[in-house]
């Protein structure tokens, strides 16, 4: 069963030619995009920057509304749902971004941070407490970090609140938008662990949205291939990094080295 299905969903921004000119260019940065993600597993949606995959991120979790086209989440288009109507399936859906320092307010403490989700829908504040004690266990910090601000915490503390905060209410699909490439190399391996771990835990369903090949091929069960606002190509990651079909995908992965010379 497919918890989360795109229909055609295109996304257009209108910018001015020039600092002083009166006329607007229309930029497309999604045309016309179709996928679905089956329950429990992870799709990993790659291409280079600039290519329209954090607006993508963004219209899933409707932070952005599309121009056209149909988002449809456990079978529920909630494309023109108003807020009101929203709000009960909002914390179903959760979003961990790519800066855990700009994510987060510098102005909370860690433990406001986490509660932010719950308090939004007004849970009882003895179980808010005993969430977050809960959470922040399962994110590998403790609770000598919950009276910290970001500014006192490391970049991989500050994506393990990040994640922390889109877990607490218990979400069924997570969109991670670049949650590793801000970190470095030793970092990126424990919080990909990390999700893994969690995605058994909770039974999570993965958006995992990257322009790193390694680690899309690490954490995906299947890959769509996404240029200029378009999806080119989607299939099993095994099949992409193997015997990939267009010519994008193509030249992606031989820019990593990827593919072997026979496939060139």
């Not at 006192?152 to 979400?171: N, Y």
Request: aromatic residues 8%; glycine residues 4%; hydrophobic residues 40%.
């Amino acid at each position: 069963m497919a918890i989360l299905r795109l229909v055609n969903i295109s996304k257009s921004y209108e910018n001015k030619a020039r600092v002083f000119s009166a006329k607007v260019r229309k930029v497309e940065a999604v045309k016309s995009v179709s996928f679905s993600i089956k329950q429990g597993e992870t799709l990993g949606l790659v291409g280079e920057s600039g290519c329209g995959k954090s607006t993508l991120s963004k219209l899933i979790v409707k932070l952005l509304q599309p121009d056209s086209g149909d988002i449809f989440f456990k079978n529920i288009n909630i494309t023109q749902l108003k807020e009101k109507k929203f709000r009960s399936l909002r914390r179903k859906i959760q979003i961990v971004f790519q800066d855990p320092y700009a994510s987060l307010s510098p102005r909370l403490k860690v433990k406001e941070i986490i509660a932010e989700p719950l308090s939004a829908f007004n849970y009882e504040k003895q179980y808010i407490l005993k969430r977050i004690q809960e959470i922040i266990t399962q994110v590998g910090l403790n609770s000598g970090h919950l009276e910290a601000f970001p500014h006192q915490l490391s970049g991989g503390q500050r994506q393990r609140v990040g994640i922390a905060r889109a877990l607490t209410s218990f979400p069924e699909l997570v969109i991670l938008d670049e949650p590793v490439s801000s970190l470095d190399l030793s970092t990126q391996a424990q919080i990909l662990n990390l999700l893994v771990s969690l995605q058994n835990i909770y039974k999570l369903t993965y958006l995992f949205i990257s322009h790193d090949l390694s680690v899309v091929r690490c954490m995906s069960d299947r890959v769509a291939v996404m240029y200029r606002g378009t999806i080119v190509e989607q299939a099993e990651a095994s099949q992409i990094y193997e015997w990939p079909v267009h010519p994008y995908t193509k030249k992606l992965l031989l820019s990593k080295c990827w593919l072997r010379t026979a496939q060139k």
